[in-house]
T-cell receptor, first 110, second 115 residues
Framework: KQEVTQIPAALSVPEGENLVLNCSFT??????LQWFRQDPGKGLTSLLL?????REQTSGRLNASLDKSSGRSTLYIAASQPGDSATYLC?????????FGEGTQLTVNP | NAGVTQTPKFRILKIGQSMTLQCTQD?????MYWYRQDPGMGLKLIYY???????DKGEVPNGYNVSRSTTEDFPLRLELAAPSQTSVYFC??????????????FGSGTRLTVV
């Protein structure tokens, strides 16, 4: 059974800081890994999708990496802004299903 | 292109009542899913479907039923609502072929409270 863990559970940083969110998974037989953002009371917004054959993906200030063999992914956020405050969820796609971590709640203080 | 649409957005049910959460997608995705998210937690898979007429249980199916009569619609049925079913429910869909490297698209959620 696939298990996904995200560390830390919560993170508070000052504006402008670069930061890294971590995601680990137990079964390396995955198709892809997806990072989502969730604002309070809202749905999920897809940020980045890394396919199993890829090592990283970038979108603006976001960079996600994938090391399938070690079961790890990181989401790097450069020059953080208060608008980045949200919960970030990592999800791993295996056969027929997507397994989520419990998320990292990020607060960026002005 | 509306993506994944869920209705209603909010609902309060009394214990023992029943209701159907609606989900429809217009992207011709074969795969559809229902997740629940409890406060401060990740999403847990309730049921999923790989195509019209085919459904299967996820991690937490007890107390729920689904049907998939068309590619577009995947309703979730609660027959006898219980307080433990208070949660936010998300419907999602993904592109056709199993194993293809496509991501998921999520609806905006239904916030259900059972009192």
């Amino acid at each position: 059974k696939q298990e996904v863990t995200q560390i830390p559970a919560a993170l508070s940083v000052p504006e402008g800081e670069n930061l890294v969110l971590n995601c680990s998974f137990t079964d390396s037989a995955i198709y892809n890994l997806q990072w989502f953002r969730q604002d309070p009371g809202k749905g999920l917004t897809s940020l980045l999708l890394i396919q199993s054959s890829q090592r990283e993906q970038t979108s603006g200030r976001l960079n996600a990496s994938l090391d399938k063999s070690s079961g790890r992914s990181t989401l790097y956020i450069a020059a953080s802004q208060p608008g980045d405050s949200a919960t970030y969820l990592c999800a791993v796609k295996s056969v027929s299903r997507l397994t989520f971590g419990e998320g990292t709640q990020l607060t960026v203080n002005p | 292109n509306a993506g994944v649409t869920q209705t209603p957005k909010f609902r309060i049910l009394k214990i023992g009542q029943s209701m159907t959460l609606q989900c429809t997608q217009d992207m011709n995705h074969n795969y559809m899913y229902w997740y629940r998210q409890d406060p401060g937690m990740g999403l847990k898979l309730i049921y999923y479907s790989v195509g019209a007429g085919i459904t299967d249980k996820g991690e937490v199916p007890n107390g729920y039923n689904v049907s998939r009569s068309t590619t577009e619609d995947f309703p979730l049925r609660l027959e006898l609502a219980a307080p433990s079913q208070t949660s936010v429910y998300f419907c999602a869909s993904s592109y056709p072929q199993q194993g293809e490297n496509y991501g998921y698209t999520f609806g905006s959620g239904t916030r259900l409270t059972v009192v």
